[in-house]
């Protein structure tokens, strides 16, 4: 077979764009470029690039384009991603917020890895808002004590009124983790510095 019959033919399997796995790893990259004899790809997880042969395709596998098909698909596939996130936040689960959010990673991005393909940016924002408020609560509850929780306000930057305040509040753990006093001491950015991978962000990187 001619050298550019054999081209045209393998470049009609892949292209720019698509989302594949190859052989031995665990990663899903996507095809960045068109670099003639090669594909530039690029690794969905860690960024990473590479340069993949078109004659060396034999054992890569490409990601189907993936679609809810129906409303109720997609409210339990979200109903199942949730009930694996409720059992890591569970208080009954002897971790670190550190160790709760490393397990978090590796669900969120295996997950926005296969249905990130679908068109779903809007499922990732409200679920990447759920999360950081389940995280709150859990934080909240894990600060009973009034005096505890002042401590941890100060540390956060809160002044001594604003804390005491907001250490006293009689409010539930779920509206405490929707309000002002979570949303100005645990923000978005203080779970980022703790290492929690938006859902958000990782579907954004392979789009």
């Not at 979200?78 to 694996?84: F, G, L």
């Not at 890895?113 to 709150?136: H, T, V």
Request: charged share 30%; proline share 1%; with cysteine.
């Amino acid at each position: 077979m001619k050298f550019k019959t054999l081209i045209k033919e393998v470049k009609g399997d892949l292209s720019i764009g698509d989302q594949i796995i190859l052989p031995g790893s665990q990663y899903v990259w996507t095809i960045d470029s068109d670099e003639g004899e090669y594909f530039s790809i690029v690794n969905n997880t860690t960024s990473e690039k590479t340069m993949l042969s078109k004659f060396n395709l034999a054992n890569v596998k490409k990601m189907p384009i993936f679609e809810f098909k129906t409303q109720e698909e997609k409210t339990e596939e979200i109903k199942r991603y949730k009930d694996k996130i409720r059992e890591i936040l569970s208080r009954s689960k002897p971790m670190t917020l550190e160790q709760r959010i490393i397990k978090m990673n590796q669900i969120n991005i295996g997950w926005i890895n296969y249905y990130g393909i679908a068109k779903c940016k809007g499922i990732a924002q409200q679920l990447d808002k759920w999360i950081r408020q389940r995280l709150r609560m859990c934080i909240w509850k894990q600060w009973k004590k009034v005096k505890t929780r002042y401590k941890n306000l100060k540390k956060l930057g809160l002044n001594h009124y604003q804390a005491i305040k907001f250490a006293n509040t009689r409010k539930g753990y779920w509206r405490t983790a929707n309000s002002a006093i979570s949303n100005t001491t645990l923000t978005n950015q203080f779970f980022t510095d703790l290492g929690l991978k938006s859902l958000t962000h990782q579907y954004i990187k392979i789009h």
